[in-house]
């Protein structure tokens, strides 16, 4: 019997909280989108315009990073307070490497870390 690699991340459109989830313990990495608040108000005052291109561009290559850590686990589950997690499983599903990795998305509030250690062992505990 083969061991799946799962994750769960927790995400916003700030902050990924990546938890790969074994049966004996959660391990935790940060990874953040390089649009701050600080970035949105040295764009904003540059004009709406290249603020709008600015962030686009930084959010595409926060889902990409986070696409390139997916792609390495048999099943993920996204979840957390914002659109962002829907945004990624939609750039995700136009890539077709992405096809046989089994990705689900769940609405949560914010969490804490110990919540989004127990959501994420709730969560494959159900799927084993």
Do not use: C
């Amino acid at each position: 019997m083969t061991t799946e690699k799962r994750l769960g991340i927790w995400m916003d459109h700030s902050n990924a909280h990546l938890m790969e989830f074994s049966m004996t313990s959660i391990d935790t990495k940060t990874i953040e989108s390089k649009f701050t608040h600080r970035a949105k108000e040295d764009s904003l005052n540059r004009g709406e315009n290249v603020m709008h291109n600015k962030e686009q561009h930084q959010q595409a290559e926060y889902y990409k990073n986070l696409g390139d850590i997916i792609r390495n686990y048999e099943e993920v589950v996204l979840f957390g307070p914002t659109d962002a997690k829907t945004e990624l499983l939609n750039t995700l599903r136009t890539d077709h490497r992405f096809e046989k990795i089994k990705i689900e998305v769940k609405q949560t509030d914010k969490m804490t870390e110990n919540q989004q250690h127990a959501f994420v062992r709730d969560f494959f505990h159900k799927h084993i």
